[in-house]
């Protein structure tokens, strides 16, 4: 099975600055067909998850620009550019490349210092 | 509107069995493969089981074959997930999502499976 591994895994940051969740995957996440399923997920308190990310970096609808997804193989980040109040919850990655199983990071929550 | 309803939770004995659904409504149910993933109390996601969009191909988290059986009825757009022989562990918030294309795109409100004597 893919290992998913999420570094923080708590993150306080000030309103207003960067946030930046790294994931790390136990082998490369490029298909055969050289796609790459990552995805990244926001679940607020008390909310389901939501995907806010796919194919590493392309954003969902209605997901503000100021999240953005990078990284190839085995290395990606989730990088939030002006953290807001609403930002507030646990953000998770997720790997669909090597399935079943398909794998989530442990998760990183992030609160506002 | 694109949604996915989950019901059929409670609290069961170990050893006992549930089935949660989960109804779909917004998009092409018959076209879609689905997900159910859980969250134990205070944990993160963990993937359990997957059908393809016409149920001939099933896939299954360790932790669960054996013991759980996901299945369909696209005439109801609905989706189930039988689940026998429950143990404490199974204690979960269980999700239904989305699966096709690059998946997870949409999720339910969960339904909630508490196991406990």
């Known amino acids: 099975d893919v290992m998913m591994t999420q570094s923080p895994l708590s993150l306080p940051v000030t309103l207003g600055q960067q946030a930046t969740i790294s994931c790390r995957s136990s082998?490369?996440?490029?298909?055969?067909?050289?796609?790459?399923?990552l995805n990244w997920f926001q679940q607020r308190p008390g909310q389901s998850p939501r995907r806010l990310i796919y194919?590493?970096?392309r954003r969902d609808s209605g997901v503000p620009d100021r999240f953005s997804g990078s990284g190839s193989g085995t290395d990606f980040t989730l990088k939030i550019s002006r953290v807001e109040a609403e930002d507030v919850g646990v953000y998770y990655c997720?790997?669909?490349?090597?399935?079943?199983?398909?794998?989530f990071g442990q998760g990183t929550k992030v609160e506002i210092k | 509107q694109v949604r996915l309803v989950e019901s059929g939770g409670g609290v069961v004995q170990p050893g006992r069995s549930l089935r949660l659904s989960c109804v779909a409504s917004?998009?092409?149910?018959?076209?879609?493969?689905m997900h159910w993933v859980r969250q134990a109390p205070g944990k993160g996601l963990e993937w359990v089981a997957f059908?393809?969009?016409?149920?001939?191909?099933?896939y299954y988290a360790d932790s669960v074959k054996g013991r759980f059986t996901i299945s369909r009825d696209n005439s109801k757009n609905t989706l189930y997930l039988q689940t026998n022989s429950l143990r404490p562990e199974d204690t979960a918030l269980y999700y239904c999502?989305?699966?096709?294309?690059?998946?997870?795109?949409?999720w339910g409100q969960g339904t909630m499976v508490t196991i406990s004597s």
């Open positions: 997720m790997q669909g490349t090597h399935w079943p199983p398909w794998t």
């Open positions: 082998q490369s996440l490029v298909r055969s067909d050289g796609d790459t399923y």
């Open positions: 999502t989305k699966g096709s294309g690059y998946g997870f795109d949409i």
């Open positions: 917004g998009f092409m149910f018959s076209s879609c493969g």
């Open positions: 194919n590493v970096s």
């Open positions: 059908i393809q969009y016409d149920g001939k191909n099933k």
